[in-house]
């Protein structure tokens, strides 16, 4: 067993040189780092993504919130790691609350990207680097003996081919984000292609982007049951053009059958879109309309509201430029735990052939008839409410004929 992990075949160490590529420099959370010059992020040597800022700075706020909730400085693992940046501003930025990072990326230029910049930010005690290929890297820490509280699977398209590699390398409680950026499969583009990586069938209707984070999960979730790990989703976003979830993980055979039996299917009416998630085999469910049905799903709650406050209370006092942007989606995981209904404004408005009254005028109806009312970010116009598909249409229908009448 070895105890410095610089002794695992594959570390690279900090380096002063820059690759032969051009260069610029960047600013992004607490940082300043040097990055290649490209027009296009698509075509450069190394990939680097601004708009996946937010993904990161739900990274660095989620790592905060499990140290203090845990009252443990964090070791974090990052496979997928690109040019570095997420591990670079957590170490600079959470530096109190993370005693390492491991962070890990087969490509070259990447790799002395990361390199360079590891040591210009003189950040080489806290991150350690690799040049391995992520699922072997994992597999050979774990086999050492080392382990980490947080994982941040970030891979371009599906997780699935990394995940079952990750369980072994984490403690027995800890947490780990996975994210998918296969939309097009996850939303009902590519079905089979959904169903061959996730084991399951998508739907593209007005709720397509939950769906995409519910057959994540459940795929999430039963890759770690085959390791006797249950899991539980804390935090789900659907947001630009991904979904990313966090998780707690427990190393415990009654969680992990626990969290198989919440997978399940969805039924949705296609006239009244009412949602109903049932845990277990498929079945008949009767409505006003057709059934659309997508699954197996993870059926069970997406958010955990004191989790979300915590990060809420952890966000108050951080200086992130999402802030705004995070501040929604952590309203919804408080405001929305346990609310699975799903409707969207602009389909009903046409199903009924009426211009719709303003979000504002239906959830003062909805509440007043003793329903829960949240916006959803998971898409434009539209809400989470316990109230029944056909009572909702005909409160619309109502409030469409009392506007006319003023
Ligand atoms: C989406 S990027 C990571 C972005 C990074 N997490 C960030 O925050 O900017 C995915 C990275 O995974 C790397 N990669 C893909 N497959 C890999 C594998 N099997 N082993 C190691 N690295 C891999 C790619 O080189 C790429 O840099
Ligand atoms: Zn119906």
């Known amino acids: 067993m070895m105890n410095d992990i610089r002794e695992v075949r594959g570390y690279y160490p900090p380096d002063d040189e820059w690759p032969d590529v051009s260069a610029k420099m960047i600013k992004e959370g607490g940082i ?5 010059d490209a027009e296009n992020i698509y075509d450069a040597p190394a990939f680097f993504n601004p708009v996946m800022v937010l993904n990161r700075d739900l990274a660095i706020l989620f790592a905060e919130v499990y140290s203090q909730k845990n009252e443990v400085e964090i070791r974090v693992f990052e496979p997928l790691a690109g040019i570095g940046i997420r591990a670079l501003r957590m170490a600079k930025e959470s530096s109190e609350f993370i005693s390492e990072i491991v962070i890990n990326d087969f490509g070259e230029i990447s ?20 040049r391995r290929e992520a699922r072997s890297l994992s597999l050979d820490l774990s086999e050492q003996r080392f382990r980490y509280h947080y994982i941040d699977l970030d891979p371009f398209g599906p997780p699935t081919p990394f995940i079952d590699s990750m369980w072994p390398v984490m403690h027995r409680r800890s947490m780990i984000a996975v994210t998918a950026t296969d939309m097009q499969a996850l939303c009902g583009v590519y079905p089979k292609a959904c169903n061959r990586k996730y084991g399951g069938f998508p739907l593209n209707n007005h709720h397509t982007h939950e769906t995409a984070a519910r ?17 539980k989703p804390i935090f789900t976003s659907a947001v630009d053009h991904y979904t990313k979830v966090f998780f707690l993980s427990f190393q415990q055979k009654g969680a ?9 299917y969805s039924y949705t009416c296609d006239n009244c879109s009412q949602i109903k998630y049932i845990a277990g085999d498929r079945r008949y469910v009767d409505c006003c309309g057709n059934i659309e049905i ?30 705004r942007r995070i501040e929604k989606l952590l309203l919804e995981g408080i405001d929305a735990s ?11 408005g046409r199903r009924l052939h009426v211009t719709q009254p303003s979000f504002k005028r239906i959830s003062e109806q909805i ?26 249409m005909e409160l619309i229908k109502n409030l469409v004929q009392e506007l006319k009448e003023i």
């Open 215 to 231: 057959l994540m999960i459940a795929s999430v979730v039963r890759s770690a049951a085959r390791f006797d790990r249950g899991l």
């Open 294 to 323: 997508a699954g197996p799903l993870w059926t069970g709650d997406l958010f955990d509201k004191e989790w979300c406050e915590l990060a809420m209370k952890q966000l108050q006092i951080k200086d992130l430029s999402s802030k």
């Open 256 to 264: 992990a059958n626990n969290a198989v039996e919440i997978i399940g």
């Open 111 to 130: 790799s002395k990207i990361a390199a360079y910049n590891i040591k210009k930010l003189a950040l080489g005690e806290k991150i350690y680097q690799f």
């Open 32 to 36: 300043e780092f040097k990055m290649v």
């Open 338 to 348: 346990g609310l699975p209904g799903y409707f969207s404004m602009d389909v009903i």
């Open 367 to 392: 509440i007043s008839r003793g329903y829960r009312c949240v916006k959803t970010r998971f898409t434009n116009n539209s809400f989470r409410s316990d109230i029944p598909g056909v009572e909702l």
